[in-house]
């Protein structure tokens, strides 16, 4: 671990921090008149200016990578990247098959409302859905009169054979476990007579 720090150190690095901070907001302060001045200007000023050619004109093959640059304003980026998106086809074409294609935007706020049940499962939905069966059939069998009920067999599994047992004497009866005893000689205490 480091040391604790003096005072000084302490103060040290506050206003480092300080000054950084500063720098900092001073830094986005230009960068956001510098945008302010950008918007004010046509497109076509600031593509003659910064020599690029219209995004809307761009083909197959050539570089957007000079769109990006700092000195770009955001719009002009945007139709760029627009148009970079249109005219390349593995971009322009999605087969569907990215996870991230659907819209999870429309989710609802409900909770997801299941049948199952922890340490269950699925059982009793199972259970349920085979009870219906069952009820629809019986009530079908019994709508029609000309079927005639058959009491349905269940043939239990077979028993398996047990072994023959040979002329073996019983087990002898188990022992109880033995435990162990202990006996503590007395130590006389302080102040006592041995």
Do not use: C
């Not at 970079?84 to 999870?104: E, I, K, S």
């Not at 349905?152 to 019983?170: H, I, K, S, Y």
């Amino acid at each position: 671990m480091n040391a604790p720090r003096d005072f000084w150190s302490r103060r040290r690095a506050a206003v480092e921090a300080e000054t950084e901070a500063e720098r900092k907001a001073e830094a986005e302060r230009a960068l956001a008149a510098e945008m302010a001045e950008l918007e004010e200007r046509s497109d076509a000023e600031i593509l003659a200016e910064l020599d690029l050619p219209d995004p809307d004109t761009l083909k197959s093959g050539d570089d957007v990578i000079a769109f990006m640059a700092r000195a770009v304003p955001e719009r002009i980026r945007r139709r760029a990247l627009r148009k970079l998106w249109r005219l390349n086809p593995v971009l322009a074409n999605l087969d569907g098959l990215n996870d991230y294609d659907g819209d999870y935007t429309a989710v609802s706020d409900a909770p997801v409302l299941t049948t199952y049940q922890v340490g269950k499962g699925l059982l009793a939905h199972v259970q349920e859905m085979a009870r219906q069966a069952e009820a629809e059939t019986q009530v079908a069998v019994a709508d029609d009169p000309a079927v005639e009920i058959e009491p349905v067999v269940v043939e239990e599994p077979a028993a398996e054979p047990e072994a023959p047992q040979a002329d073996v004497e019983t087990d002898p009866p188990v022992r109880a476990p033995r435990r162990m005893r202990f006996a503590f000689d007395t130590v006389p205490q302080r102040g006592e007579a041995s």
